[in-house]
């Protein structure tokens, strides 16, 4: 495996984004040592923004040069669209039931990296060490949990968001659904030649090699019949002491770690951590130092703040409390901002991408 690794500095993230080749991307992207930009940890927590990858892009490269990885970046914003609109809905089978589930639970093979499938267990122990997964890895393994193994997707997709530095609710579960075929026209799978392929590995004979037409009744195989359910759980740190002062308050949560937004202006500058969320959408403590440092290294004077919004609210009572708006804070009050977005005027739900990346089109032309 390539050797991973996501810095905290705003300026080495920049130059992440200053060094993207959109030509390379389009060739390379599904293999494991493909340009890939490494940018989606800095996306999902709202340290960048994907108008401010697009603006960078398009100042060193064509529409058409870019065209595909503004695709794949849209993808993203697609699925925001959709956690808007259906809020959580998108934590069911959202288009229609995935077919052929035995199981609501996970395989024991996938949590011990021990399916059979070589590259599949070393993606899984990557993210283990690293909190990342190629995304064709991620997919490659949702089709073994979903389709292969028949597991319902929503379990498997908890225990991966567990583990993922760039977890995005959205994101994560449309696109195991996707695999899974509850939010696509069919269920994807792919064979030990297309992984060997993508993945540099050279194994043969495995579960896998076989044809494609061998998947509609393969049966489920023995290393994947173990299942288990799954208690997943997230430690919080404790509330640090704050200045009482009434001035403003900056809320920031771990899908909102903008270092620029309000950057400069008197205020404090909070880091909400509600035990709800994390007790309904876990992660492990990888993630969460990350998340903590990520924040601290680049948000002056950042404090944490352990408890629910309106135990925020109480302990400042006499200020005005800014936040940005996202499905996740439709519970707080006080003034809401706006995201960044980089189709601002493609609003709503569109059934596939292909109709919200048409409309999408005319904007960039």
């Not at 960078?56 to 849209?74: C, D, F, G, H, T």
């Not at 122990?125 to 690293?130: C, N, V």
Request: hydrophobic fraction near 35%; include cysteine.
């Amino acid at each position: 495996m390539t050797h991973i690794d996501f810095p905290l500095a705003l300026d080495a993230i920049k130059e992440r984004i200053a060094n993207i080749h959109p030509l390379q991307y389009a060739k390379t992207r599904n293999f494991l040592t493909g340009a890939v930009t490494l940018l989606s940890p800095y996306l999902s927590r709202g340290v960048i923004s994907l108008p401010q990858v697009k603006h960078e892009i398009l100042r060193n490269y064509s529409v058409y040069q870019s065209e595909k990885l503004l695709q794949e970046l849209a993808w993203r914003e697609y699925y925001q669209r959709i956690w808007q609109s259906k809020e959580d809905l998108i934590f069911t089978d959202l288009k229609h039931p995935q077919e052929q589930v035995k199981h609501y639970k996970i395989q024991e093979a996938v949590l011990q990296a021990n399916t059979g499938i070589q590259a599949i267990d070393d993606g899984i122990e990557q993210l283990y060490s690293t909190g990342y997964m190629h995304n064709h890895l991620r997919m490659y393994t949702a089709m073994l949990s979903c389709n292969i193994g028949k597991a319902h997707w929503l379990l498997p997709a908890q225990w991966m968001y567990y583990h993922l530095l760039d977890g995005d609710l959205a994101s994560n579960a449309l696109s195991w659904q996707w695999v899974a075929g509850s939010f696509s026209s069919k269920k994807y799978v792919a064979n030990q030649e297309n992984i060997n392929r993508y993945t540099g590995s050279i194994q043969t004979n495995s579960f896998l090699s076989v044809e494609y037409d061998a998947f509609e009744n393969l049966p489920v195989p023995e290393p994947l019949k173990e299942v288990h359910s799954l208690s997943l759980s997230t430690a919080l740190p404790d509330s640090e002491k704050t200045n009482k002062k009434n001035d403003p308050v900056f809320v920031y949560n771990s899908y909102q770690l903008d270092p620029e937004w309000h950057a400069g202006e008197e205020g404090h500058r909070i880091l909400l951590l509600e035990p709800a969320h994390f007790e309904k959408y876990p992660v492990s403590n990888t993630v969460l130092s990350f998340i903590i440092q990520l924040g601290r290294h680049n948000i002056p004077g950042l404090t944490l703040f352990t408890g629910s919004f309106n135990e925020l609210a109480t302990s400042f009572p006499g200020s005005k409390i800014y936040y940005k708006e996202h499905p996740l804070t439709k519970h707080y009050s006080g003034i809401q901002e706006q995201r960044s977005w980089m189709f601002p005027e493609v609003t709503g739900y569109y059934p596939s991408f292909f109709s919200y990346w048409k409309k999408c089109e005319r904007y960039l032309r």
